[in-house]
């Protein structure tokens, strides 16, 4: 079974705190990916990455940062928390290619 | 943007009860996933459905797709209170991302 996995499942942090996500997939999976999900605005993509060291901005890329050193992590970044980026954070991956995505459990963000 | 709209925003059915919820999307498409969701954790894929196909089954799940009315329907049969979760269709677009819509929450009581 694939497995992707959050490091944190809740988390809190004061505005103007650097914040740090970290995803982890177990099946050498090419893409990864990292959604926000809000109430009534369904999954919108912020950030995705084809490949080690490739990054690519989704739809909503501004406030975040995003990192892929090694194949089977990627991690988000909040340079500068604010409080409209509460929210549940869900990281996806998959295989290059492929048209389903695997998710993790999500992390759940307050800002204060 | 939202990609896929689902109808209703949620649903309140039985034990035993069928369920059925639509998506419509905007643009051409090479195939429609469902998702679901349980309260408070991550996506798991449930179907997809190939623009050349206008029905397609999985155990108690049904999806039908109509692509010249750029639509899609999920029924869920039989339903148990396991299936309590929220349902998302998503579209992958020319870049190869999947865009969600904004999902209907179902309710299924004992």
């Known amino acids: 079974d694939v497995k992707v996995t959050q490091s944190s499942r809740y988390l809190v942090k004061r505005t103007g705190e650097k914040v740090f996500l970290e995803c982890v997939q177990d099946m050498d999976h090419e893409n990864m990916f990292w959604y926000r999900q809000d109430p009534g605005l369904g999954l919108r993509l912020i950030y995705f990455?084809?490949?080690?060291?490739?990054?690519e901005k989704g739809d909503i890329p501004e406030g975040y940062s995003v990192s892929r050193e090694k194949k089977e992590r990627f991690s988000l970044i909040l340079e500068s928390a604010s409080t409209n980026q509460t929210s549940m954070y869900l990281c996806?991956?998959?295989?290059?290619?492929?048209?389903?995505?695997?998710f993790g459990p999500g992390t759940r963000l307050l800002v204060l | 943007s939202q990609q896929g709209e689902e109808d209703p925003q949620a649903l309140s059915i039985q034990e035993g009860e069928n369920a059925t919820m639509n998506c419509s999307y905007k643009t051409s498409i090479n195939n429609l996933q469902w998702y679901r969701q349980n309260s408070g954790r991550g996506l798991v894929h449930l179907i997809l459905i190939r623009s050349n196909e206008r029905e397609k089954h999985s155990g108690r799940l049904r999806v039908t797709l109509d692509t010249s009315k750029k639509s899609s329907s999920l029924l869920i049969t039989a339903s148990r209170a396991a299936d309590t979760a929220s349902y998302f269709c998503?579209?992958?677009?020319?870049?190869?991302?999947?865009?969600f819509g904004a999902g209907t929450q179902v309710v299924v009581t004992p």
């Open positions: 998503a579209t992958i677009d020319s870049w190869g991302k999947l865009q």
């Open positions: 996806a991956s998959r295989t290059g290619g492929a048209e389903t995505q695997y």
């Open positions: 990455s084809y490949d080690v060291k490739m990054k």
